[in-house]
T-cell receptor, first 115, second 114 residues
């Protein structure tokens, strides 16, 4: 039962254009969402997050949009740069025992930026 | 960098042998987590800790045990490794409680069970 889904395993975009990565979730109890970026042989690094009380959060070239009614979020990168080539994971956040954080990850989307 | 060291970075072992992976942090964070990453599954939580000697199971805990005897160290043990445990293992830490939080990840351990 995949609670968080990234239906595009890969995406190829030309340098300078917009990259749009999509993520769907099924559990309406999630109220915080995160995007992580991962390079080969490294751990995931935090990119941007959004609370369910917002529909948009922007940080430089990165913007995350949340559509709660559709249970859908997207990450926009503009303009795309070669260094953005990586695997991107979306994650939905909940709570475990004693305030520990439960992160449920999607399968990841491999983004390739072509010069 | 979040001050997280995972060791070893790579390991090859045989089916049926015990394996221990170590996560060491220098941040004095309360929460520590072990995940595994497999193709088509993203990252899945194995076990987590909310303090010294306080641990609980995650989504895919069968075949794994953990221990945390000091704030800075969180050990993941495969008592008898199987080929299905071939994976990349990530440790993560966080300081703040609750869902609106950020976890910081180590560089990972690539484990191959032959």
């Amino acid at each position: 039962d995949q609670q968080v889904k990234q239906n595009s395993p890969s995406l190829s975009v030309q340098e300078g254009r917009i990259s749009i990565l999509n993520c769907d979730y099924t559990n309406s109890m999630f109220d915080y969402f995160l995007w992580y970026k991962k390079y080969p042989a490294e751990g995931p690094t935090f990119l941007i997050s959004i609370s369910s009380i917002k529909d948009k959060n922007e940080d430089g070239r990165f913007t995350v949009f949340l559509n709660k009614s559709a249970k859908h979020l997207s990450l926009h990168i503009v303009p795309s740069q070669p260094g953005d080539s990586a695997v991107y994971f979306c994650a939905a956040s909940g709570v475990l025992l004693q305030g520990a954080q439960k992160l449920v990850f999607g399968q990841g989307t491999r983004l390739t930026i072509n010069p | 960098d979040a001050g997280i060291t995972q060791s070893p970075r790579h390991k090859v072992t045989e089916t049926g042998t015990p394996v221990t992976l170590r996560c060491h942090q220098t941040e004095n964070h309360r929460y520590m987590y072990w995940y595994r990453q497999d193709p088509g599954h993203g990252l899945r939580l194995i076990h987590y800790s909310y303090g010294v000697k306080d641990t609980d199971k995650g989504e895919v805990s069968d075949g794994y045990s953990v221990s945390r005897s000091k704030t800075e160290d969180f050990l993941l043990t495969l008592e008898s490794a199987t080929s299905s445990q071939t994976s990349v293992y990530f440790c993560a830490i966080s300081a703040v409680s609750g869902a609106k939080n950020i976890q910081y990840f180590g560089a990972g351990t690539r484990l191959s069970v032959l």
